[in-house]
């Protein structure tokens, strides 16, 4: 039987942007066994690096849910509308909060948000800023023009929004929602705002019926609160040790965070290798 597994990266899949090689080892040989691996994340495809996608996969779902891409074809590209995001920028400004604007093909923020970043990421997280790392992913892929008016985007992530972050999304307005960001060390300013309805398991539905895989033959592993939807979709739901207990809760099972390879005695006991 043929499955397939939608893998978050960030603190499911690699940590602070940085892949165990046992984990990509574990992608590897699950493929080669015939089943099917799709990266499932928050981040767009413009934040995807080549060191994250080595191990070779069969799709994308990015943007937590926005953009879909199977095969090389693109399924789906959400974007904000444009009136939407020039509201969002406009908030965003007035309130000096450090963010970026998130597109399949590239990352936008206001010209020097690369230093404010680097320094946050230096202060919070010492490391993550590095070549390599989360951080270092956005530094590296940043581009700052000094008018964003034009940008195209379908999600914003801030990193110090000034004010809580769902107080953030209720001032751009009903339109969009926001959830925490999975980096703890960032504070309740900082987190993703994103369209009201837009979920991984939007992305991870077109995904698998494009792939031809029931949701029943679905294995969905997260550690965030944007993968709370897919864990609870998928035929069999996989939470990160510690992760939030409300998505503990909906999770048929548990496995070591990436500091500890726990994807490799997971897909060993689920039958995958």
């Known amino acids: ?42 981040r767009p495809k413009a934040m995807v690096p080549p060191a994250i996608a080595a191990a070779g996969f069969d799709g994308l779902v990015g943007g937590a849910g926005a953009y879909v891409e199977i095969d090389g074809r693109v399924l789906a590209d959400v974007r904000f509308p444009v009136d939407l995001a020039a509201r969002a920028v406009e908030v965003l400004d007035a309130h000096g909060a450090a963010y970026i604007l998130e597109g399949p093909e590239a990352l936008f923020a206001p ?15 010492p490391g993550m800023a590095r070549a390599g790392a989360g951080g270092g992913d956005i530094l590296a892929r940043l581009q700052m023009p000094g008018d964003l008016r034009g940008a195209s985007f ?37 987190g993703e705002v994103f369209l009201v309805g837009m979920d991984k398991t ?41 992760a939030d207990p409300r998505l503990l809760a909906v999770a048929d099972r548990t496995a070591a965070g990436p500091q500890h390879e726990g994807l490799v005695p997971l897909f060993a006991e689920l039958g995958l290798l």
Do not use: Q
């Open 1 to 42: 039987m043929r499955r397939a597994v939608f893998l978050d990266i960030d603190g499911t899949y690699a940590h602070h942007g940085v892949v165990p090689p046992a984990h990509e080892a574990a992608v590897r040989a699950v493929r080669a066994a015939g089943h099917l691996v799709v990266l499932c994340t928050g």
């Open 111 to 125: 010209p020097g948000t690369d230093a404010r970043l680097a320094r946050l990421f230096e202060a919070r997280v």
């Open 154 to 190: 379908g999600k914003v992530t801030c990193f110090d929004g000034g004010l809580p972050i769902d107080a953030l999304a209720a001032e751009i307005g009903p339109e969009v929602t926001a959830l925490p960001s999975s980096i703890v060390e960032l504070g309740e300013a900082a």
């Open 202 to 242: 939007v992305g991870l539905r077109i995904a698998a019926e494009a792939l031809g895989v029931a949701l029943a033959d679905v294995v969905a592993v997260g550690d965030g609160l944007n993968d709370l939807e897919m864990l609870e979709v998928a035929g069999t739901g996989v939470a990160i040790e510690g």
